[in-house]
């Protein structure tokens, strides 16, 4: 590992996981490396919040600066709940899910599991019908004080699971459409 790819890992550790993209990139670890190249500042995560700055700081040595209020601010931690007599199957949060938190079918009701859910939030505008909203789970205590280090190395395995079947399923879906693609052309 290069000098670089352990910097970044160590501000990987520091965040929470939640893929919640917040910050401007489409996962921690993007966030991460693009603080490790000087790219992106220490406080564009709201849900590490101001403890979450002051860890980046400490790892990165610049001085700790507020939460930046354009990616959000600092709260509670929050679980999605789908209100199930509006829910229509229509399975659009199913994907969008970073650790898979949402069970449910082809129009069937869904349901999260609330032990799973980050409170990312990127199941609520997909939703046609509005039937997805987020409770509060951790009363007053907010960023850090809200999320445990165990509960960030869960999400985080359970984003590289999802990632990974989402990778694969893709790959497949590439590959059935080369198939078919040569199929379909004539021969000159």
């Known amino acids: 590992m290069t000098n670089i790819q352990n910097y970044s890992a160590r501000i990987h550790a520091a965040l929470p996981q939640t893929q919640c993209t917040r910050c401007g990139y489409p996962d921690c670890l993007a966030y991460a490396q693009s603080i490790a190249q000087g790219e992106a500042g220490i406080?564009?995560?709201?849900?590490?919040?101001?403890?979450?700055?002051?860890?980046?700081?400490?790892?990165?040595?610049?001085?700790?600066?507020?939460?930046?209020?354009?990616?959000?601010?600092?709260?509670?931690?929050?679980?999605?709940?789908?209100?199930?007599?509006?829910?229509?199957?229509?399975?659009?949060?199913?994907?969008?899910?970073?650790?898979?938190?949402?069970?449910?079918?082809?129009k069937l009701m869904h349901t999260v599991m609330e032990a799973h859910c980050t409170g990312c939030e990127l199941c609520i505008p997909v939703c046609p019908v509005d039937c997805i909203s987020l409770e509060n789970v951790t009363g007053e205590q907010t960023g850090w004080a809200a999320w445990s280090a165990d509960q960030a190395e869960i999400a985080l395995n359970r984003y590289t699971f999802h990632s990974d079947r989402i990778n694969k399923s893709l790959g497949e879906s590439e590959k059935r459409l080369e198939k078919l693609a040569q199929g379909l052309k004539r021969p000159t």
């Open 43 to 106: 406080n564009q995560c709201p849900p590490g919040g101001a403890e979450g700055v002051a860890r980046l700081a400490a790892i990165t040595g610049q001085p700790s600066l507020p939460l930046n209020e354009i990616h959000g601010t600092e709260g509670p931690r929050q679980v999605a709940v789908i209100d199930e007599t509006w829910c229509i199957g229509c399975t659009l949060c199913l994907p969008v899910c970073p650790t898979d938190a949402i069970l449910g079918s082809n």
